[in-house]
Nanobody
């Protein structure tokens, strides 16, 4: 079982960039599929991106494709989300999650971080 801690959120102007990090504890991080999700006020938690254990394959929500990049460094037990060309509609709490499959549904992930707030001003 891993524990996850996100960081890197903040306030940014539209068009700007942020890089989120998710640090994992535990020796099995490199075995997990990792996902990023987000939840805006009054909305359901939604899929953003996922990455395979070896980092070789990624998948993105249509809303972020071409702007966001997920990556991981298994030596550092960390997964990243580079967010470019940010829009006000990207404002949300961003969560990283660990799971056992290349999936996009919340219920497919077993371990979650506490979340980090991203606010994009217009």
């Amino acid at each position: 079982q891993v524990q996850l801690v996100e960081s890197g959120g903040g306030l940014v102007q539209a068009g700007g960039s942020l890089r989120l990090s998710c640090a994992a504890s535990g020796r099995t991080f490199s075995s997990y599929y990792m996902g990023w999700f987000r939840q805006a006020p009054g909305k359901e938690r939604e899929f953003v991106a996922t990455i395979t254990p070896n980092g070789g394959t990624t998948l993105y929500a249509d809303s972020v494709k071409g702007r966001f990049t997920v990556s991981r460094d298994n030596a550092k037990n960390t997964v990243y989300l580079q967010m470019n060309s940010l829009k006000p509609e990207d404002t949300a709490v961003y969560y990283c999650a660990a799971g056992w499959g290349f999936r996009t549904m919340v219920e497919d992930y077993t371990t979650w971080g506490q979340g980090t707030q991203v606010t994009v001003s217009s």
